[in-house]
């Protein structure tokens, strides 16, 4: 069946250094979206993206949609305290219900 | 402002009881879910409803069950709780039209089964 990885598991950075998570599904995704988790709250929705190569942008948030449709990143500029988190993506396919990879868990020394 | 409650935060059971989680939204989502989030596993389907009276097993079914009575609510049933289903039990919903709507996540169930 479709499956999502996301890599890496966990990610420790300093302070103002960047960030990176890569998400790839085995088969084309009509859309992917991002949610973060802060730790102890739950899944809130960042963005969606629906065309080949699009690339969003967000304050320091960088998100891309491979031209084939079935890789996508999140990348944060000069991380902050406040990104800590685990940053999951969801992949989504016509009639499916959308399956989310298993999170990539940024945590942020000062 | 959009919700979906989770009706209790933090549960402590017993082998072998019957434990209820309920979830309502307040968006007349058509679509409703229950994940369990495990450290490593990340968010694993359970059982997801796309109507009144409709459930859909997800990929991790086994030892529960659901019921969708009405339109806004969605109940997730552990008939004899084992000690391998504490967990955290996330409940969310979404709109029709297909994978491309938006998830709502309500703040989870803290279940612990002793």
């Known amino acids: 069946g479709q499956q999502v990885m996301q890599i890496p598991q966990y990610q420790h950075v300093q302070e103002g250094e960047d960030f990176t998570t890569y998400c790839n599904s085995s088969?084309?995704?009509?859309?992917i979206q991002w949610y973060k988790q802060r730790p102890g709250g739950h899944p809130v929705f960042l963005i969606q993206?629906?065309?080949?190569?699009e690339v969003k942008k967000q304050k320091r948030l960088t998100f891309q949609f491979g031209e084939a449709k079935k890789n996508s990143s999140l990348h944060i500029t000069a991380t902050q305290t406040t990104d800590v988190g685990t940053y999951f993506c969801?992949?989504?396919?016509?009639?499916?219900?959308?399956?989310f990879g298993k999170g990539t868990t940024l945590s942020v020394s000062s | 402002d959009v919700k979906v409650t989770q009706s209790s935060r933090y549960l402590v059971k017993r082998t072998g009881e019957k434990v209820f989680l309920e979830c309502v939204q307040d968006?007349?989502?058509?679509?409703m879910f229950w994940y369990r989030q495990d450290p490593g596993l990340g968010l694993r389907l359970i059982y997801f409803?796309?109507?009144?009276?409709?459930?859909e097993k997800g990929d991790i079914p086994e030892g529960y069950s659901v019921s969708r009575e009405k339109k806004e609510r969605f109940s997730l049933i552990l008939e004899s709780a084992s000690t391998n289903q504490t967990s955290m039990y996330l409940c969310?919903?979404?709109?029709?039209?297909?994978?491309?709507?938006?998830?709502?996540f309500g703040e989870g169930s803290w279940l612990t089964v002793v």
């Open positions: 088969t084309t995704l009509s859309n």
């Open positions: 409803s796309y109507d009144v009276k409709m459930k």
């Open positions: 968006m007349d989502h058509e679509n």
């Open positions: 969801a992949g989504g396919q016509a009639g499916t219900a959308l399956i």
């Open positions: 969310a919903s979404t709109g029709t039209g297909g994978p491309g709507n938006t998830i709502y």
């Open positions: 993206l629906v065309k080949s190569g």
